[in-house]
């Protein structure tokens, strides 16, 4: 499999995989599915209702996703 990190700067998918350690700790791992459909919808109701809401992020500066892009297209217009 082909790594996307620069050579040298392992760094680079960090935030990835932090949100994936995440989505299987808080979320997946916690229930047992009966087909493909439900996990897709669980993880699609995680990012909207709680990640994107209350999960703020030091890259963000302590923002939550949703308020990053509201201060975002807030500053565009």
Same mark, same amino acid.
């Given at each position: ?15 990835? #995989?932090? /949100? ?8 997946? !791992?916690?229930?047992?599915?009966? *087909?493909? &459909? ?9 990012? #909207?209702? /709680? ?8 890259? !963000?500066?302590?923002?939550?996703? *949703?308020? &990053? ?9």
């Amino acid at each position: 499999m082909h790594s996307f990190s620069n050579p040298g700067y392992p760094y680079d998918n960090a935030v990835t #995989e932090a /949100f994936f350690k995440y989505l299987k700790h808080r979320q997946i !791992n916690r229930k047992h599915y009966q *087909n493909i &459909k439900q996990v897709q919808l669980d993880c699609f109701e995680y990012i #909207e209702n /709680f990640y994107n809401n209350y999960n703020p992020h030091t890259a !963000n500066l302590g923002l939550t996703p *949703n308020q &990053k892009e509201e201060n975002y297209f807030n500053a565009i217009k």
